[in-house]
């Protein structure tokens, strides 16, 4: 089955600075989504890529995927203290999600 | 909306005891999944239903759990008997589109000593 798998585990920023987290599958794809988890809450969609999408953007979130590579990227521009949170990437290839481990990111003030 | 909602949001038992979580999904979604995350083993899908009827349980571990979904409004997961091992947070979500785009409610805390 496929699992996302997110790399870097952990990354600490200073406010206002980009953070860029990857995610990599192993096997075909409907589509891939991203979710924010804050500590103690559950998990909040983020955005949806469809396999036959390259990039999508929504507000300070753009995200990339790249099908050949079985990749994709998340990239949170002019990060805030509020984007403190761990960051799943989830693959959708048979009608269920398989999530990766998540990404912590902290975001110093 | 009030969001998904989950009942109890932390559960301490004893090993051996029957456990009920309860799940009120967002009116309208056909969609309602469980997941257990634990730090070793991460988010695992448990089991999901679309319009009340279990499409994939294949993720359930072993015969001591189940689930139902009695009506549109409400599903229960039952861990019976319970032992340590299960302690973990379990979510349930709900979703309009099938495995896109799931709303999360905020989880069950179950410690099983």
């Known amino acids: 089955s496929q699992q996302g798998e997110e790399d870097p585990q952990a990354l600490s920023i200073q406010e206002g600075e980009n953070a860029t987290m990857n995610c990599s599958y192993k096997?075909?794809?409907?589509?891939l989504q991203w979710y924010r988890q804050n500590s103690g809450r559950g998990l909040v969609h983020l955005i949806l890529?469809?396999?036959?999408?390259r990039e999508k953007h929504s507000g300070r979130l753009r995200v990339t995927l790249d099908t050949s590579k079985k990749s994709s990227s998340l990239l949170i521009t002019a990060s805030r203290a509020a984007d403190t949170a761990s960051y799943f990437c989830a693959t959708d290839g048979s009608g269920r999600l398989a999530f990766g481990k998540g990404n912590q990111v902290v975001v110093i003030p | 909306d009030a969001g998904v909602i989950q009942s109890p949001r932390h559960e301490v038992t004893e090993m051996g005891q029957e456990v009920t979580l309860r799940c009120k999904p967002i009116s309208g979604h056909d969609y309602l999944f469980w997941y257990r995350q634990t730090m070793m083993r991460g988010l695992e899908l448990l089991i999901y239903?679309?319009?009340?009827?279990?499409?994939?349980d294949s993720g359930m571990p072993e015969d001591r759990f189940s689930a139902k979904m009695p009506n549109a409004s409400f599903s229960t997961l039952k861990i019976q008997p319970s032992e340590p091992r299960d302690s973990a947070v379990y979510f349930c979500?709900?979703?309009?589109?099938?495995?896109?785009?799931?709303?999360f409610g905020p989880g069950t805390r179950l410690t099983v000593t």
């Open positions: 096997t075909s794809i409907n589509n």
């Open positions: 239903f679309n319009n009340n009827v279990p499409i994939d």
């Open positions: 979500a709900s979703s309009l589109q099938g495995a896109n785009e799931q709303y």
């Open positions: 890529i469809r396999s036959n999408e």
